[in-house]
């Protein structure tokens, strides 16, 4: 048996590539000085506009909403495409992936018009109000207000994590409608104005880029909000909540992946350099099991990716999928732990690049910034719950 693409999909790729010949993406040149998640600077709107004008933002959405109705196997060459070549599709990841994705499942027509569209043309940048001091892993553990008065919401209380939250627009927020009802069943999401008075950002600056903060503090102080502001059902939050994350994961292991394989390839090349005792690292036999080790993950992590893939195109639950996002973003710190291990005292050293991500730094600041990777979309010691409940069948203790 040969597997291979079907003629369609290989005439989709073929178009898909001599779109991007004509419409070359932002270089590396011209993507710098970005401040946070939401932070829109002007080539970033040119950027993601062209590709929605062009069909070729969403693919899966209908051409009104920047897409092609592509299935689902040309979507996954969609995504492979661009993450082999890291072309970013939005630097608001949150407002395109999530918000639009929410505003077109749940919202109505007017808020569709006002809110979703102008997002997936760039023109509004998004945070997500979800995380706070007691309910970070406990999602539904949150207790930021939001009271009925009149045709208002007023809204009080606190989010932690929030990020881009000083640059966004607009914020889908969480909030608890029903006090007394248990705690899935009251909560409520909003779209909020983080322009609206009472709001209150607090970034949260990076140890390795000071001048760099995506993380914030945010906080609600009698903060009123349009009671048309509604997203879905009052008290229908949590299902909203459940689909958000879904729409961050769709496809999300296609990039998991690619930036293991890069990673590890970038650990490859890190073996000629000397060690602290001045042999090449690639000598070094617990380095060599190392890497070796690590490209089989990288491969295995691919595979089972295509397999989770392969279900979930045919109509199936995808398990693999929620084992992947806490294996790869776990794979990685490892990853950048060894790098700077090998190295030594070289491991902070700027002059010797760490491997390809967002931003740049030496193989100590990727080590220190791959903790976040086993924090955002849910942190690993939640992935290991589900999986142990839900994928191997494990009783709850």
Same mark, same amino acid.
């Given at each position: 048996?040969?597997?291979?693409?079907?003629?369609?999909?290989?005439?989709?790729?073929?178009?898909?590539?001599?779109?991007?010949?004509?419409?070359?993406?932002?270089?590396?040149?011209?993507?710098?000085?970005?401040?946070?998640? /939401?932070?829109?600077?002007?080539?970033?709107?040119?950027?993601?506009?062209?590709?929605?004008?062009?069909?070729?933002?969403?693919?899966?959405?209908?051409?009104?909403?920047?897409?092609?109705?592509?299935?689902?196997?040309?979507?996954?060459?969609?995504?492979?495409?661009?993450?082999?070549?890291?072309?970013?599709?939005?630097?608001?990841?949150?407002?395109?992936?999530?918000?639009?994705?929410?505003?077109?499942?749940?919202?109505?027509?007017?808020?569709?018009?006002?809110?979703?569209?102008?997002?997936?043309?760039?023109?509004?940048?998004?945070?997500?109000?979800?995380?706070?001091?007691?309910?970070?892993?406990?999602?539904?553990?949150?207790?930021?207000? /939001?009271?009925?008065?009149?045709?208002?919401?007023?809204?009080?209380?606190?989010?932690?994590?929030?990020?881009?939250?000083?640059?966004?627009?607009?914020?889908?927020?969480?909030?608890?409608?029903?006090?007394?009802?248990?705690?899935?069943?009251?909560?409520?999401?909003?779209?909020?104005?983080?322009?609206?008075?009472?709001?209150?950002?607090?970034?949260?600056?990076?140890?390795?880029?000071?001048?760099?903060?995506?993380?914030?503090?945010?906080?609600?102080?009698?903060?009123?909000?349009?009671?048309?502001?509604?997203?879905?059902?009052?008290?229908?939050?949590?299902?909203?909540?459940?689909?958000?994350?879904?729409?961050?994961?769709?496809?999300?292991?296609?990039?998991?992946?690619?930036?293991?394989?890069?990673?590890?390839?970038?650990?490859?090349?890190?073996?000629?350099?000397?060690?602290?005792?001045?042999?090449?690292?690639?000598?070094?036999?617990?380095?060599?099991?190392?890497?070796?080790?690590?490209?089989?993950?990288?491969?295995?992590?691919?595979?089972?990716?295509?397999?989770?893939?392969?279900?979930?195109?045919?109509?199936?639950?995808?398990?693999?999928?929620?084992?992947?996002?806490?294996?790869?973003?776990?794979?990685?710190?490892?990853?950048?732990?060894?790098?700077?291990?090998?190295?030594?005292?070289?491991?902070?050293?700027?002059?010797?690049?760490?491997?390809?991500?967002?931003?740049?730094?030496?193989?100590?600041?990727?080590?220190?910034?791959?903790?976040?990777?086993?924090?955002?979309?849910?942190?690993?010691?939640?992935?290991?719950?589900?999986?142990?409940?839900?994928?191997?069948?494990?009783?709850?203790?």
């Amino acid at each position: 048996m040969r597997l291979r693409y079907s003629d369609e999909d290989e005439a989709f790729r073929a178009e898909l590539l001599a779109w991007l010949e004509e419409h070359p993406p932002p270089t590396p040149e011209e993507r710098v000085g970005r401040r946070s998640s /939401a932070d829109m600077q002007e080539w970033a709107k040119r950027w993601q506009r062209t590709l929605f004008d062009g069909g070729w933002l969403v693919p899966g959405f209908p051409p009104a909403w920047g897409g092609r109705n592509a299935t689902a196997v040309q979507q996954m060459i969609y995504f492979e495409v661009f993450s082999d070549r890291d072309i970013p599709r939005s630097v608001n990841p949150q407002g395109l992936s999530i918000v639009a994705a929410s505003l077109l499942d749940h919202g109505t027509e007017a808020q569709i018009e006002r809110w979703a569209l102008p997002t997936l043309r760039g023109e509004l940048a998004w945070c997500l109000g979800m995380s706070e001091p007691g309910a970070g892993s406990d999602l539904a553990g949150l207790s930021t207000r /939001a009271v009925l008065d009149g045709d208002e919401f007023v809204v009080n209380g606190q989010k932690v994590w929030t990020s881009g939250a000083h640059h966004a627009d607009w914020c889908l927020c969480y909030v608890r409608t029903d006090p007394t009802a248990p705690k899935h069943k009251g909560i409520s999401a909003l779209l909020i104005d983080m322009a609206s008075p009472g709001i209150t950002c607090r970034p949260l600056p990076e140890l390795t880029e000071p001048d760099y903060a995506d993380f914030n503090e945010v906080f609600f102080e009698d903060v009123r909000v349009p009671a048309d502001h509604l997203l879905g059902a009052l008290n229908g939050g949590w299902a909203i909540t459940q689909g958000s994350l879904a729409h961050e994961r769709s496809m999300l292991w296609i990039g998991n992946t690619t930036s293991l394989q890069r990673s590890v390839q970038a650990l490859v090349e890190l073996g000629e350099r000397p060690g602290p005792d001045g042999r090449p690292l690639k000598e070094d036999p617990a380095f060599r099991d190392d890497v070796a080790r690590l490209h089989i993950d990288a491969q295995a992590a691919t595979l089972i990716g295509y397999r989770g893939f392969a279900l979930a195109a045919d109509g199936h639950a995808a398990p693999e999928h929620g084992i992947l996002k806490a294996f790869t973003s776990e794979a990685e710190r490892e990853l950048d732990l060894i790098a700077v291990e090998a190295l030594g005292a070289d491991g902070v050293d700027q002059d010797i690049p760490g491997r390809p991500v967002i931003r740049d730094g030496s193989w100590a600041d990727q080590y220190l910034r791959a903790f976040s990777g086993t924090i955002a979309g849910g942190t690993s010691e939640i992935q290991r719950n589900i999986i142990a409940e839900r994928i191997l069948g494990l009783p709850r203790r």
